[in-house]
């Protein structure tokens, strides 16, 4: 590996060159890490991994402007330290304080007594709604953010019983908002969600199916004006690749020096994929963790590691993004533990020496 030691001063070669897609052992001359890596990377002068997460450190200033596309309403109160490391977050509209890992805000988990993680009283409730809009009236009783509960618009009197956690998220009256809307404004907020499909019929209200069709595949169905707009694709095109409104798994391997993750709605078949790729590339790999979610809960998951700890570049198809270093496999674990995903398997590993 003379050739590699000349081309790359950022490494000491320790391992035997074998072939030129058969990974060799080295160290960083500036930190001393160790891994295995492919001769053809340090030929092109492919650096430390560690340095490289080190130079690219999230800052307390990148965090907060993060934090402010995901939620609003939710500033920290103490400083960014690491995606794992637990802070003090506050609520703006109830002024409710708490502790939690960066990273699990930035998944998408909001304040835990708006979400009902903290139980709140039918007057709270009522409290909350009255900031979000002054428009609707509760009148049953408040169980859980889950549970429906019967309020009133009081515009125009119309009672519904919609689950709690619609209202806080800014779902007003149905009847109101079907009032309003003509099938031109309806054209007109659809193409801000979709160019591609188009309705076939007029728009009658937000839950009356009616039938579209998708300009790319030219497929029609049946389906309701509030699910196209809540981002539900056309079916025919959904049928391959990753289905957000379905059930879904988040995984981990553990290969080499690295951990890398993923998401499917089939396992079963991704495993399969997965393990041909590791054993036609000669390499030993074992599942660390699997948990099962919402679809979209998960994929927004993922994209939450990948900002954490991921974006190595493992060489391996499959994890040329979705790798990080095997330290990293801590931080993930805490991230699912805070995500409060399904567990079907988790397993702990002692990083090589």
């Given at each position: 590996m003379a050739e590699a030691s000349v081309k790359n001063t950022k490494v000491d070669v320790l391992g035997q060159y074998v072939h030129i897609l058969t990974r060799i052992k080295v160290r960083c001359k500036t930190c001393s890490y160790e891994w295995m890596v492919l001769p053809?990377?340090?030929?092109?002068?492919?650096?430390?991994?560690?340095?490289?997460?080190?130079?690219?450190?999230?800052t307390n200033d990148r965090f907060i402007e993060e934090l402010k596309t995901v939620h609003s309403t939710i500033v920290p109160l103490d400083d960014f330290v690491?995606?794992?490391?637990?802070?003090?977050?506050?609520?703006?509209i109830d002024d409710t304080i708490w502790h939690t890992t960066?990273?699990?805000?930035?998944?998408?988990?909001?304040?835990?007594?708006?979400?009902g993680r903290i139980k709140l009283t039918t007057e709270e409730f009522s409290d909350r709604l009255k900031v979000v809009t002054?428009?609707?009236?509760?009148?049953?009783?408040?169980?859980?953010?889950?549970k429906r509960?019967?309020?009133?618009?009081?515009?125009?009197?119309?009672?519904?019983?919609?689950?709690?956690?619609?209202?806080?998220?800014?779902?007003?009256?149905?009847?109101?908002?079907?009032?309003?809307?003509?099938?031109?404004?309806?054209?007109?907020?659809l193409k801000a969600v979709t160019d591609t499909i188009i309705p076939l019929e007029p728009y009658v209200r937000a839950l009356?199916?009616?039938?579209?069709?998708?300009?790319?595949?030219?497929?029609?169905?049946?389906?309701?004006?509030?699910?196209i707009q809540r981002g539900r694709g056309c079916p025919a095109c959904k049928k391959t690749g990753f289905q957000p409104e379905k059930s879904a798994f988040f995984y981990v391997y553990k290969f080499l020096n690295y951990v890398g993750f993923g998401i499917t709605n089939n396992f079963k078949k991704r495993n399969h994929?997965?393990?041909?790729?590791?054993?036609?590339?000669?390499?030993?790999?074992?599942v660390l963790l699997l948990v099962e979610g919402y679809g979209q809960?998960?994929?927004?998951?993922?994209?939450?590691?990948?900002?954490?700890?991921?974006?190595?570049?493992?060489?391996?198809?499959?994890?040329?993004?979705?790798?990080?270093?095997?330290?990293?496999?801590a931080t993930i674990v805490s991230m699912v533990k805070d995500a409060g995903f399904i567990i079907k398997y988790i397993e702990s590993f002692e990083k090589n020496s």
């Open positions: 053809g990377n340090l030929l092109r002068n492919g650096g430390c991994l560690k340095c490289q997460r080190t130079k690219h450190k999230k690491s995606s794992s490391s637990k802070i003090r977050f506050k609520c703006t960066p990273a699990h805000v930035l998944s998408g988990t909001g304040c835990p007594h708006c979400c002054g428009t609707i009236e509760v009148l049953g009783e408040f169980v859980s953010v889950t509960i019967k309020v009133r618009c009081k515009l125009d009197g119309h009672v519904w019983n919609p689950p709690a956690y619609t209202l806080l998220s800014g779902v007003g009256c149905a009847k109101c908002s079907n009032l309003k809307k003509t099938h031109e404004q309806f054209v007109e907020d009356q199916k009616i039938r579209f069709k998708c300009t790319k595949c030219e497929h029609e169905w049946s389906a309701t004006p509030d699910n994929q997965h393990q041909k790729t590791f054993s036609d590339n000669g390499i030993s790999a074992k809960t998960v994929r927004d998951f993922e994209s939450s590691v990948i900002a954490a700890v991921g974006g190595v570049n493992t060489g391996i198809k499959g994890f040329i993004n979705e790798g990080a270093l095997e330290e990293d496999y």
